[in-house]
Structure formats: structure tokens, C-alpha cells
């Protein structure tokens, strides 16, 4: 039925994106590779391989994440994908949630060439190549330093079906207002949570001390789920 849904959107042809997700876990990650074979010819723009967070339902499932070994063979994985997907025009995006430091498997991988930012935004994309030319890849990592690693209070938040902001799609437990009594403009300039998570100069822990702090930083959601503090260090990182 999810594949009849997901042929059905593709006939469709109007949305501007369609994503495929899995859930990293000890007990499919040797059907990775096997899972992208199959869903990259079904004609989505984007897979994402995410991480069971610690938080909501998450945290009683955390018995069931990878080990850090293999978490970076996924992520190699997943980085020989996004690399070679590039070389083809990307046809289809491969990019990791909530696991911002798979930027740092891309650099290294690519030798710097080639590395998401806020997770989910390249600049290599079809539709911002489109818009805006070849450099915007060149442009947007020149920038980098302003909006690159978690994108949480960066790039993007979440919204769930009532109305309230939340800080990003899994923490749909902590809701930061409501868009249809306090707008958007005021909950994403003006929230204590959001204006914190944004003063990623504060980060502490390993997060702190890493070479690459200035594209990953840590999963901010995870470092909340962990110690408490969304400026907390990402204890899942495998590095």
C-alpha cells in the first residue's frame, strides 16, 4: 500500500519534493543498501536515513540504536551515494536526520568537495541549481558558518496538525507556541528555546572540542534528550 501511495504521488507530479525515510536501527541496518537499491528507482527526490532520538517514544527504544562502528559504515555508506549522486545531476538525494555529523563522512570522503549543511540543504539540489546557477554550492559553504550543522532553530522548525511550533519534527512533545495566536514571526524570532539553540558558539561538551563543530555541532534534540541542555554535547555522535 506504501509503495502503491508513493507510485500514485510520483504519477501525480505536482510535489515539489517526495522523501523516503528509514529509521537506523540493530535490527535493518545490513538491509540499507538494499533498501536504497529498491526505493531509488521509484522516482522520489530524497531518502534519509535517520537515528532513534531520545526523546518521546524514542527513549524506550533506545535499547535497538547501532553501535558507533557501525553508525560510520552507514554513514559511508550513505556518503559514496550522496558523492555520486552529485556527479549525476542528483537524480535522487541521500542525507541523514538527526545525525548532522554525517557532514563530517562527506567532507572527509569527498575531501571537502561535497558536504551537506543544516542537514538538509547542499546547494546542489536541482531546484537551487535552477535558480540560482552552479555556484550556489560554492556560495551557500562560504556561508557556512552562519547555518550549518542541526537544523533546528536554523533552517527549518516543526509545525503539528494543531497549530503549535515545535522545535523540530521528532520533538513534537515540546510545543513552543501556537501560529494561529502568536504567528510565526514572533515564536521563531522571539522563543527563549529557539534564541538558545541558535548560540551554537555555547555548545559544551565533545561538541565543544570537535575540529568540525563549525559544520555538524551536534544533533541539538539529542543533546537535550541526553544531558538535559540543548547546548549539551551530542553523546550519539560516533566520532
Known sequence: ?????????VEFGKFDELIINTTLADFNYKEIPLIYDFVKDLGISRYYISRIL???RGQYYLE?????????????FMAQKFIENIHNNFALEVLGRGMPYFSKTCYDLSQGNYYPLCEILTGNEAKYQNLFKSNTA?????????FSGCATGLFYCGLDCDGYIIPCAPAGHIKLGNILK?????IWTKHPILKRIRNRKSVSGKC???NMNRLCGGC??????????????DLSCPY
Open 1 to 9: 500500500m506504501a509503495i502503491n501511495g508513493i507510485n500514485n504521488a
Open 54 to 56: 531520545p526523546v518521546g
Open 64 to 76: 535497538h540504536d547501532v553501535s558507533k562502528d557501525i553508525k560510520r559504515k552507514v554513514m559511508r
Open 138 to 146: 560554492e556560495l551557500l559553504h562560504r556561508l557556512n558558518r552562519f
Open 182 to 186: 502568536e504567528g510565526l514571526y514572533n
Open 208 to 210: 565543544s572540542r570537535c
Open 220 to 233: 541539538r534534540l539529542t543533546a537535550y534528550g541526553l544531558t538535559g541542555d540543548w547546548l549539551g554535547g
